[in-house]
């Protein structure tokens, strides 16, 4: 049988990722646009160590999220979609969802080889991971101009995702909105 609703831990883990998510993408599109030069003469050098430092932090933390979500939802399952809503509906559904999975966990794969293919360290908070690959400027260059369009990838498609929650929510009112709400 498929629960009615997803678990508590499913919720809140939904709701911490899409908080940690924004702020990774305000850090990130700051960074990106102003460069390390650009940021540290605008907020000095030691705000900006800091902001890459957590940017790369809560960037891994998405990563480990989304490994956890994935195995909550083999372990717990997931409420079915509700039996009227059509087969294009359907469809954007499980589309958009699958998209946000795919582009979830290939954001912070690619932001951890970028950095480390440029030499720098893979910061997590109080402690430094491998970087698993060998020092490489050029691949480093064009990762993160991958990064860059993944991170405006994720902006259009969580763009859909909360403009469609809120049509299930104040226009169809279908219920939808309860089965991942906090309380
Ligand atoms: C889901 C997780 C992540 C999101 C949403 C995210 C988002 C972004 C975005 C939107 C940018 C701006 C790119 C641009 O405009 O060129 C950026 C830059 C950056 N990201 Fe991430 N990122 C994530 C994970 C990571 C991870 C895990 C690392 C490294 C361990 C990382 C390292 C960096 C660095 C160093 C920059 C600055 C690049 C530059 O100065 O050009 N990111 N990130």
Do not use: C
Not at 63 to 91: C, E, I, K, S
Not at 95 to 123: D, K, Q, R, S
Not at 146 to 157: D, K, Y
């Amino acid at each position: 049988m498929q629960p009615a609703r997803y678990h508590v831990a499913q919720r809140l883990i939904h709701w911490l990722i899409a908080l940690v998510v924004l702020g990774a993408l305000t850090v990130g599109f700051t960074l990106g646009t102003l460069g390390f030069e650009g940021a540290r003469d605008r907020f000095g050098l030691e705000a900006t160590n800091a902001l890459y430092k957590y940017h790369k932090s809560f960037g891994v933390l998405i990563l480990g999220l989304m490994v956890l979500r994935l195995g909550l939802w083999v372990a717990l399952g997931r409420p079915a979609l509700p039996q009227d809503m059509t087969v294009p509906q359907r469809l954007a559904a499980i589309a958009t969802h699958a998209a946000l999975y795919l582009l979830l966990i290939a954001m912070p794969v690619v932001g951890w080889m970028a950095t480390a293919a440029g030499g720098f360290p893979i910061e997590f908070f109080g402690w430094v991971l491998p970087g698993l690959m060998a020092k490489d400027p050029a691949l480093s260059e064009w990762l993160y101009g991958l990064h860059g369009t993944l991170g405006i990838a994720i902006l259009a498609v969580a763009g859909l995702h909360v403009a469609a929650a809120l049509w299930h929510w104040r226009v169809r009112r279908d219920g939808i909105m309860r089965r991942i709400s906090l309380p």
